[in-house]
């Protein structure tokens, strides 16, 4: 069986009001950006607010292109800051790796650093079987000053598909919502469809 090139998916999101679907097509991602942090913030709110706004949806966006990421979203509550991105991948495995038993081992085998336990779990979700794993790692792990982010990374194994498997994570630097956030991850995987 052949592997098929997937384009574009589509996630349902539990509360999409709150989330802000990235256009990852756009050929003009800041314009894009302003437009967004115009319709997020409410009218009175100082043009510093928007640059700010506007420059951290710009850099979520180029971090999604980067990673050649499906689909990505940002949990951004009415004149709220960003609170969590969300982002969508594919990433080839070969044929003898696609097991939830070979995912495991190579996440074992991840250098890290990363701090506190990190939890592995075995799920099965519609799309196929995953491996869910939650743990907390720096944003720079060279430098002294960087910042850590909490993430639930789902690396699911398509039923439909060989070769192949999504990488679904959600992250965010807020620590008390953490058991919040984490539950939402695994909402998120569950309505996972692609198109």
């Given amino acids: 069986m052949t592997t098929v090139e997937w384009s574009e998916c589509r996630v349902e999101l539990p509360a999409p009001h709150n989330w802000l679907v990235l256009d990852l097509r756009t050929e003009d991602p800041e314009t894009w950006a302003r437009q967004v942090a115009e319709e997020h913030l409410v009218e009175d709110s100082p043009r510093e607010l928007y640059d700010a706004f506007a420059t951290d949806v710009l850099w979520y966006w180029g971090a999604a292109r980067r990673q050649n990421a499906l689909c990505a979203s940002l949990l951004t509550p009415p004149d709220a800051p960003v609170l969590a991105s969300y982002t969508v991948r594919e990433v ?104």
């Fill in 92 to 195: 080839r495995v070969p044929p003898e790796a696609a097991t939830v038993e070979a995912l495991r081992a190579e996440v074992g085998r991840a250098e890290g650093p990363f701090f506190g336990t990190q939890l592995l779990e075995e799920v099965d979700l519609p799309l196929g079987p995953a491996l869910r794993v939650q743990r907390m790692e720096p944003t720079a792990p060279d430098s002294v000053s960087g910042e850590i982010v909490e993430g639930v990374a789902h690396y699911v194994l398509p039923a439909r598909f060989t070769g192949t498997a999504l990488e679904c994570r959600l992250l965010w630097s807020s620590p008390g919502l953490g058991e919040a956030l984490a539950g939402m991850a695994d909402e998120l995987a569950a309505s996972l469809r692609l198109t």
